[in-house]
């Protein structure tokens, strides 16, 4: 594990940094309740809950997240099922998100599959104005 967490690095096709203070969540892993951090949390397994994390937090290819979610930066790869609240979200193309988004960046690959209430807003000199707002269903095959 050592060499995992040696140092900062960008790791291939994800992108998402991985440094020492990372925090990982593996494949054969289970997490139910209140999950709360800082740093990088990347979740390989599957999460049930509620999800409270300042900094990033990236959503693997064959992760399940069925959460409340509430963080700076979400890199979503897997399934997402409940209410997101960040800073700013990424959906990748191969992810698939089903609830509400709320984001002041929000950003959506094509082929990735959206389902849901959106609603993104960019804060200026301490006021937030909404920049879009509506439901959204979308899905590329």
Known sequence: MSRMFGGKRT????????DSSAT???????VEGTLRGKGVLRIEGRVTGQLEHE???VVGPHA????KITVGELIVQGFVEGSIQAERCEIGETA???????AQKLSVAEGASLTGDLKTSQ????KSG???AGQAQASAE
């Open 11 to 18: 790791s291939g096709a994800d992108s998402a940094p991985v």
């Open 130 to 132: 909404v920049s879009s």
């Open 64 to 67: 399940e997240v069925r959460a």
């Open 55 to 57: 900094g990033t937090v």
């Open 96 to 102: 698939r998100v089903n609830g509400e988004i709320r």
């Open 24 to 30: 990982y969540i593996g494949t054969d892993v289970i």
């Open 123 to 126: 804060a200026a000199k301490g």
